[in-house]
Every structure is written in C-alpha cells, then in structure tokens.
C-alpha cells in the first residue's frame, strides 16, 4: 500500500509532506498530472490520497484536463473514508468533490 499523490506542476511536489509520509513507512506513489500521467480511476492500492496545489481553478476545465478525474478520485476516497489531504489547489478541490465551495481571501498567501 502507498499514498497516492497528484501532482499538477513540476515545482509543486510532495515535499516535506511527502518525507514526512516516508518516514512513517508510508511509500509514495506520485502521479505526475503535469507530465502526461493520467489520474487513476480508483484508489486500488492507495492507504490514503494527497492532492497537491497549482495554478488552475477548482471550477474550471480550462487548462485543467485532469480536474473532473481528480474530482471522481476524491469523491471515491471520501465514500470509501480513504483519508486524503489537499494542499492549496487540493483543498479547493477537496472542497467542491464534498458539496462545498472554495473562494478568493482577502489577502495573498504563499506557501
């Protein structure tokens, strides 16, 4: 078993969440969206999903071939309690796969 990780943008990888998933003895299985690598259909050997951040919209296909992929996915994790975190971009689509709504803030924030 592996945690699932979508990538939209090269510079935007796992990261210190991803040592930290590693040092826990939980390998990663990342999914490189922005180089061509398709969205799985299911989570079949996926312990938990982690959907990473980028430029696009949450609410547009626009530039964002994979967003309705991605959305399934997270609906999927969410009806099967497949734990999953969202990260910047991630947490707006987190937010629309569970019936919510994401919105600009007031103030600019860089992570």
């Known amino acids: 078993m592996a945690v699932l990780v979508v990538q939209h943008v090269a510079q935007e990888g796992p990261y210190e969440v991803g040592s930290a998933l590693e040092a826990a003895g939980l390998p990663l299985r990342v999914c490189r969206v922005w180089a ?15 959907v990473m951040g980028g430029p696009m919209s949450a609410y547009s296909d626009d530039g964002f071939p994979t967003r309705e992929a991605e959305l399934s996915l997270l609906r999927t ?10 990260v910047c971009l991630g947490s707006q689509l987190l937010a629309v ?3 919510g709504r ?3 803030g007031d103030t600019l924030q860089v992570g």
């Open 36 to 50: 061509g690598e398709p969205v799985p259909e299911d989570l079949t050997g996926a312990e938990a999903l982690v």
């Open 77 to 86: 994790a969410l009806a099967t309690q497949v734990p999953v975190l969202g």
């Open 97 to 99: 796969a569970a019936g």
């Open 102 to 104: 994401a919105w600009p």
